[in-house]
């Protein structure tokens, strides 16, 4: 079965910082999303890549799937307190096309 | 227009008791799927559902839990005689074509006591 592994587990930045999280998947990525959740609250999507060396971006958040499609990157820039939550990467699989997702990462943003 | 909805958004249940969370999803979405997500860890795939037919519940953790969605829009997700370690936020997500993006609802905290 396929295991995704996020790094960090817990990032504290101060407003204005950039910051990188990671996902690494123990196998080909078909199809990697990226959620945001605050404490209490469902998923929220953000964005889907499917293709390697594909880049999106929304806002001040970038993702990126490398060419070996086994990790992908989230960027944000310029962080904001509203940036605050967990995110989660989730893949793609399964018959029923299911997502597999990391344990996620806690971002704190100090304003 | 209107997302995913759950409920209710939180139960508290003696260990034991039965249980039933609903979660309706976007209208005209043909899949539905339960997640499980216990503290500090991602959610994970319980069943899915193509209309009224449960495709897949490999992930049901025991006999104990059963899913049904009867008219292939509603779905209910019914623990029984429910253990502290059923514990957790339980996810319903909806999507519209297998190649679309899956929609979450805000989730059903359960805590057993």
């Known amino acids: 079965s396929q295991e995704l592994e996020q790094s960090p587990q817990s990032l504290i930045v101060q407003e204005g910082k950039n910051l990188t999280i990671n996902c690494t998947s123990s196998k080909t990525l078909y199809g990697l999303y990226w959620y945001k959740q605050k404490y209490g609250e469902g998923l929220i999507f953000l964005m889907m890549?499917?293709?390697?060396?594909e880049e999106k971006s929304h806002e001040k958040i970038t993702a990126k799937l490398d060419e070996k499609k086994q990790q992908s990157s989230l960027h944000i820039t310029a962080s904001q307190p509203s940036h605050a939550g967990i995110y989660l990467c989730g893949a793609d699989g399964g018959s029923a096309r299911q997502l597999t997702f990391g344990s996620g990462t806690q971002l704190t943003v100090l304003p | 227009g209107a997302g995913v909805s759950q409920s209710p958004r939180y139960k508290v249940a003696k260990r034991g008791q039965d249980v039933a969370l609903r979660c309706d999803p976007i209208s005209g979405h043909v899949s539905l799927f339960w997640y499980q997500q216990a503290l500090g860890q991602g959610p994970e795939f319980l069943t899915y559902f193509q209309n009224e037919a449960q495709l897949d519940k490999s992930g049901l953790p025991s006999d104990r839990f059963f899913a049904e969605r009867p008219e292939g829009s509603v779905s209910t997700l019914k623990i029984q005689r429910t253990q502290q370690e059923d514990s957790a936020v339980y996810l319903c997500?909806?999507?519209?074509?297998?190649?679309?993006?899956?929609?979450f609802g805000p989730g059903t905290r359960l805590t057993v006591l």
């Open positions: 890549l499917q293709k390697g060396g």
């Open positions: 997500a909806s999507r519209l074509r297998p190649t679309d993006t899956q929609y």
